[in-house]
Nanobody, 118 residues
């Protein structure tokens, strides 16, 4: 059974940083294209960062809204995908999830709440 568990969210002031972690079990994340998504109430979940599978060169892409501020990475030994978020803005406030890219409906976890205050 595949399980993706996100952690690392919290309350931070604008300009601050957080590092999110996504630990995978039941699947080897390095063989999958993985992504970090976020969702604000009333809006669709959006992909903010993606890293391709190792066999596909681990290419990385970011949404324009986070480019230059967020960094996605993976630790293949720990089967974990990270999202380093710097220079956080109020508009980054959301619940953050990891999943495959494109997402697998059955893999959504609880997410981790990120709240950025002004």
């Amino acid at each position: 059974q595949v399980q993706l568990v996100e952690s690392g969210g919290g309350l931070v002031q604008a300009g601050g940083s957080l590092r999110l972690s996504c630990v995978a079990s039941g699947v080897i994340s390095s063989v999958l294209d993985m992504g970090w998504y976020r969702q604000v109430p009333g809006k669709q979940r959006e992909l903010v960062a993606a890293v391709a599978a190792v066999r596909r060169g681990s290419n990385i892409n970011y949404a324009d809204s986070v480019k230059g501020r967020f960094t996605i990475s993976r630790d293949n030994i720990k089967n974990t995908v990270f999202l380093q978020m710097n220079s956080l803005k109020v508009e980054d406030t959301a619940v953050y999830y990891c999943n495959t890219n494109p997402p697998n409906v059955g893999f959504w976890g609880q997410g981790t709440q990120v709240t950025v205050t002004s």
